[in-house]
């Protein structure tokens, strides 16, 4: 068994969020000593998976039905390859978002704005197609 501050300390979280994580049902304690909570040993698993989750974008009630009512995890495959394709669409529009950030700083138009290239990040960029573009290059 593990005191509140103990899985504190060990998991890097401070106890107010684990405190918040049990009002949401994401974490369970088994009792408590004097007025500390106590966790099971498997509790640091745990978090690591829901820390895990929340780099991923998955938002604190996503990763409570990761879990089944016995606390073992249940993960939602659907869920994570919709996550997954989400995550591949934003990583297209960051990649044409730098390569257009790359191109205007190494262009050697007279003005930014007599750049073919540039022109047509600026319009995409205007008429909201830059993200639609899903990495297309613009140059």
Not at 23 to 46: A, E, K, M
Not at 56 to 71: E, I, N, Q, T, W
Not at 76 to 88: C, G, H, S, V
Request: aromatic share 4%; proline share 4%; glycine share 8%.
């Amino acid at each position: 068994m593990l005191d509140i501050s103990d899985v504190a300390r060990r998991s890097g979280l401070p106890a107010s969020t684990l405190r918040y994580y049990e009002s949401r049902g994401l974490i369970t304690s088994v009792g408590r000593s004097g007025l500390r909570r106590l966790f099971r040993d498997d509790i640091l698993q745990r978090l690591a998976l829901i820390s895990l989750g929340q780099a991923a974008g998955l938002s604190l009630d996503d990763m409570a039905r990761m879990f089944a009512p016995d606390g073992t995890p249940d993960i939602d495959r659907e869920l994570l390859t919709r996550k997954a394709d989400e995550l591949e669409a934003r990583i297209r529009q960051l990649s044409a978002m730098r390569d257009g950030l790359r191109h205007a700083a190494a262009c050697q138009a007279p003005s930014h704005l007599e750049c073919p290239s540039f022109q047509r990040l600026l319009s995409a960029a205007a008429s909201g197609a830059l993200a639609a573009r899903g990495g297309k290059r613009l140059s």
